[in-house]
Nanobody, 124 residues
Framework: QVQLVESGGGLVQAGGSLRLSCAASGRTFSSYAMGWFRQAPGKEREFVTAISWRDDRTYYQEFVKGRFTISGDKAKNTVYLQMNSLKPEDTAVYYC?????????????????WGQGTQVTVSS
């Protein structure tokens, strides 16, 4: 089992920044990669970004490229999501997730464990 706890969400004005954290505990050695997803009200969950623990490769959804940055601290078993130039359409609950697999990072079904989510609200 892997437990994931997100933090860092909140209310910010358009153009502002937030940094989300996701702390992992438990059988973290089984995790190959970590991802961030988000779900806005009335919409399906969507992939945002992911990072591989093995080679630090990162993967981004097109709509966040140049604005969001994922990073990881292996010593702390923590993944971060730095979000800059936030837009109202970024408003959503953000979830981090962990997977044992080395492919399919943009697919929610790839992930074995999920956090409880943290709310991000961007006002216009």
């Amino acid at each position: 089992q892997v437990q994931l706890v997100e933090s860092g969400g909140g209310l910010v004005q358009a153009g502002g920044s937030l940094r989300l954290s996701c702390a992992a505990s438990g059988r973290t050695f089984s995790s190959y990669a970590m991802g961030w997803f988000r779900q806005a009200p009335g919409k399906e969950r969507e992939f945002v970004t992911a990072i591989s623990w093995r080679d630090d490769r990162t993967y981004y959804q097109e709509f966040v490229k140049g604005r969001f940055t994922i990073s990881g601290d292996k010593a702390k078993n923590t993944v971060y999501l730095q979000m800059n130039s936030l837009k109202p359409e970024d408003t959503a609950v953000y979830y981090c997730a962990s997977t044992r697999w080395n492919r399919g990072f943009s697919e929610g079904r790839t992930y074995d464990y999920w956090g409880q989510g943290t709310q991000v609200t961007v006002s216009s």
